[in-house]
């Protein structure tokens, strides 16, 4: 006899009750999902990336599909964090779920400043971004090093009194690295991986769409990418990971899962279907029912490589 | 008023002009709260990116929508049968303030953009001066629905084949010079709207315009659609296209 699955993860200390999150900057603050769906259906919600202070973000076109994806500039544009904390996050708080709060910044004294800003108030978890594609000064530049990476996140962990996630960059030689770096320089938890580097051109003007250039790409196009450095990363080091890149199904999460992911962020999908996440969630439970797994914890992991 | 993600059947296909298709949809949840200016997110099979589409007209259950086939996403939309669902998310966005119907108005309208006007400029009826733009007379759609609405059409077309020779806001002049307008609402391409807006303010008239811009989430979250804009207290902005417009005050653009 199959009981209800026990779905809920536990990502440093912080339960979620069930292991489907949303990616940081393709969730807002969680008002306009929020309007479609409860958001107490998701394990946590991932602010979009916060800065020291307000950023207006890249200039337009931000945004461009792809085969199967799309490519995005946008920069961070942010209320900046006293704002956050002042409009956004009474409310989050009151809708049932776990907050990621995640942070960039151009010197590593904002990550430090918001690190210890944040830790006085609700969020539950913190998100070091060092992986961001989309600004000039600090972002991925923080992340694609070994010494880099694990020199920021040993500087922000002591303003942290709530878990430290940090997020990583596709945009590395060897992502697994920079993983076992920043968890020996006390990472709690890893998030991965942020958008790669793309770009289109209209062949017709001979210009890039983005105005920026260049942007990060993201969607089912970069789903392999993402598993196997889940993979790679899962093989290395022990503390939780939120697996994402490209996850659209239920399926997909189960595959991110196996890979090694304890939870399971969702962001491009949303856009084609606002309630993927929800889905996702549901398909996963009906999965574990279906082949009588009695916890989703049971997955992470659990692919069997071939030696 | 909420945002709704449902599936409508398609009740009319049409092609009014080559490359050019008119959906009739059956969307009560959608239409019956639509204001004028609003937009769809329309899901295409197999892509990314759902594709944000005006609102042509709204009537009791039925919505309408015109476009163009400009990519692959939207020739899949193009492929649909009359009968198949959409799935459609919507209504988006803020539409035209139309205010009090009984003054004398102008809409100026050019290419595909002419398509969202027709709603907007029903509840005026003779009150409407409708100006629309095309490249050339074989472009030309929708007329006979403006001219149903009982507003006073004009047309201007690039190449002197219909309709006056030339820009549709050399007829945006002529008119300002007629008579009083209360207001212009404008949506075409953007130089259109840039003369539009100038010639409006330079005359001290109130201006809105639909602007465009490439868009992902098309509801506030993925803050792609960034458009400059000023704020009350004078300073720049990226607002947003898919919630703070599409429809804008010209004297917030920054053109």
Not at chain 1, 49 to 69: F, H, K, Y
Request: aromatic share 6%; hydrophobic share 45%.
């Amino acid at each position: 006899m199959v009981t209800t699955p026990q779905m809920s993860v536990n990502i440093a200390g912080v339960t979620l009750a069930n292991p489907i999150v949303t990616a940081s900057g393709t969730f807002g603050f969680g008002r306009e999902y929020g309007a479609l769906f409860p958001l107490s259906e998701l394990g946590a919600v991932t602010v979009k990336g916060l800065t020291l202070q307000e950023r207006m973000g890249n200039a337009p076109p931000r945004v461009a599909e792809t085969p199967s994806g799309m490519l995005n500039s946008v920069g961070l544009q942010n209320p900046g964090v006293e704002k956050f904390i002042r409009q956004e996050l009474p409310w989050l708080k009151t809708q049932g779920t776990v907050i990621i709060a995640n942070i960039a910044g151009s010197t590593i004294e904002d990550y430090c400043a918001m690190a210890e800003r944040l830790s006085d108030t609700e969020v539950d978890l913190l998100e070091l971004n060092i992986s961001c594609p989309n600004v000039k000064q600090g972002g991925v530049a923080f992340g694609t090093t070994c010494e880099n990476a694990a020199g920021i996140t040993a500087a922000v962990k002591p303003y942290c009194k709530k878990p430290l996630i940090v997020k990583l960059s596709p945009n590395v030689t060897d992502i697994a690295e920079i993983a076992v770096a920043v968890v020996d320089a006390g990472a709690d938890a890893l998030s991965l991986i942020n958008t790669l580097l793309g770009m289109r051109i209209d062949i017709n003007t001979r210009r890039p769409i983005l105005a920026n250039n260049v942007g990060g790409l993201s969607g089912p196009a970069v789903r392999p990418i993402a598993v196997r450095m889940v993979w790679q990363v899962r093989n290395r080091v022990t503390v939780p990971i939120i697996g994402m890149g490209g996850v659209a199904t239920w399926e997909d999460a189960v595959e991110m899962l196996l890979a090694g992911a304890n939870a399971v962020a969702v962001g491009t999908a949303l856009y084609a279907d606002p309630y993927a996440p929800v889905k996702i969630k549901q398909g996963l439970r009906d999965y574990l029912e279906r082949n009588g797994i009695a916890d989703v914890n049971a997955l992470s992991g659990a692919v069997q490589a071939n030696s | 008023m909420s945002i709704t993600v449902t599936r409508c059947p398609v009740l009319k296909k049409v092609s009014p002009r080559e490359g050019l298709i008119d959906l009739t949809l059956h969307c009560p949840d959608i239409a019956r709260q639509a204001a004028p200016g609003q937009f769809l997110m329309i899901r295409c099979e197999g892509f990314t990116l759902r594709r944000p589409l005006s609102i042509c007209d709204a009537q009791g259950d039925l919505l309408r929508v015109v476009f163009e086939v400009r990519g692959a996403g939207t020739a899949w939309l193009a492929g649909v049968e009359e009968g198949d669902p959409l799935d459609i998310l919507g209504p988006q966005g803020k539409g035209f303030d139309l205010g009090d119907v009984f003054r004398p108005v102008v809409f100026v309208g050019g290419g595909i953009g002419v398509f969202p006007l027709l709603h907007a400029c029903r509840p005026f009826g003779a009150n409407a001066t409708v100006l629309l733009g095309f490249r050339t007379a074989s472009m030309i759609a929708l007329t006979d629905d403006f001219r149903a609405t009982g507003v006073d059409l004009r047309l201007a077309t690039d190449d002197g084949s219909e309709g006056h020779g030339g820009l549709v806001t050399d007829l945006l002049a002529a008119r300002l010079d007629e008579g009083p307008c209360a207001a212009v609402f404008a949506c075409g391409p953007h130089p259109m709207l840039k003369a539009t807006a100038a010639e409006a303010m330079r005359r001290g008239i109130p201006c809105q315009v639909s602007l465009e811009q490439r868009m992902a989430c098309g509801m506030g979250a993925c803050l792609g659609c960034a458009y400059k804009i000023l704020r009350a207290d004078g300073s720049e902005t990226y607002a947003h296209v898919c919630v703070d417009g599409p429809v804008f005050d010209a004297k917030d653009v920054i053109w």
